[in-house]
């Protein structure tokens, strides 16, 4: 027993720290985003056809890019600026992966195996574009919660006191909130978003890091065989741990990874479901869409995901 606890906190202490510089950076990238860039940056890039605005709001994260933590309110003062719904719903759950830091991790993840990268951003990228082409071109009073008149008042004034508090604590350093109290310079609040960022997300990090490990060490022979024997329930599995662990996109291939034994379909379900659908993911899409965007939202990436890895499965690719 004791020789499994000490294999068991090798692991998770492993995991942890080959995934916390990620993360580190993540929440700076982030923190650099909220403070130095302007609302109206996506704005200068809309083009005219729906498959064009797709296609931006797919690959902007690598010029935006943002953590599925942050990405609903982000998403939320696009909309109301009049980006086009379409490319905005494209830019949300395709950004937590389709960033550089995350691309960056899962390659290092995986032990340079530029396959699970391609396989990981194809996972988000087909769902992605299915919701927001599904949408079509409405407008923000389409997709968001408020009525008309409250949405076009608060597109005259901005959304400060929206931004301030969604997703912020008290004491909170971004750029709305620091504006807004008048206090600290932008490399203080640089620092403040980064160091909030990292220590809220490093919880997950740590959690899930500590089931993999867990799972790996402690889980008998026999049921083990059965995870990994039946590529299913591997999957399904992996996917429901994805939605509950919450751990952030910078950071969740090495808890991934951590999954050996199991197929590659079920690791890249883990990294495919987690940044676009998870617990937080759940509160923030019901309090900001309206109920057919959040069902939207929700089912189409599931099923999507869980279709894809096992078509992959199927085929072969995923052992």
């Known amino acids: 027993m004791a020789d499994s606890l000490l294999i068991f906190c090798s692991m998770a202490t492993a995991i942890v720290l080959e995934a916390a510089p990620f993360l580190l950076l993540g929440s700076l990238v982030g923190a650099l985003f909220e403070v130095f860039v302007p609302d109206r940056a996506l704005e200068r890039f809309i083009p005219s056809g729906a498959v064009a605005q797709v296609s931006v709001g797919l690959v902007a994260g690598m010029a935006l890019p943002t953590c599925e933590c942050g990405v609903v309110p982000i998403a939320r003062r696009l909309l109301l600026r009049r980006v086009p719904v379409r490319m905005v719903m494209a830019y949300m759950l395709a950004a937590p992966v389709i960033n550089p830091v995350v691309v960056l991790s899962t390659y290092v993840a995986f032990q340079n195996d530029l396959s699970m990268v391609g396989l990981r951003v194809l996972f988000v990228a087909v769902p992605a574009a299915a919701v927001a082409l599904g949408l079509g071109r409405g407008e923000a009073h389409d997709v968001l919660r408020m009525p008309k008149p409250v949405l076009l008042r608060m597109h005259g004034i901005g959304e400060p006191a929206i931004h301030a508090h969604e997703g912020h604590e008290s ?112 509160g923030m899409f019901g309090a900001t869409f309206r109920g057919r965007v959040t069902l939207a939202l929700v089912t189409v990436p599931t099923l999507s995901v869980l279709v894809m890895s096992l078509l992959l499965q199927w085929l072969g690719g995923g052992s």
Do not use: W, Y
């Not at 662990?245 to 999954?259: K, P």
């Open 171 to 282: 004491g909170c350093s971004c750029a709305s909130c620091a504006e807004g109290a008048q206090q600290g310079s932008r490399l203080m609040a640089v620092l403040s978003h980064t160091a909030l960022e990292f220590l809220s997300m490093a919880r997950f990090l740590i959690a899930g890091a500590c089931l993999a490990a867990a799972f790996k060490v402690f889980v008998p022979a026999a049921i083990l065989r059965l995870f990994v024997d039946s590529p299913v329930l591997s999957i399904v599995s992996m996917m429901l741990f994805a939605v509950l662990s919450s751990v952030c996109s910078e950071a969740d291939a090495f808890v991934a990874a951590g999954f050996s034994m199991l197929p590659r379909a079920a690791q890249l379900s883990f990294t495919a479901i987690g940044p676009m659908v998870d617990l937080k993911l759940l």
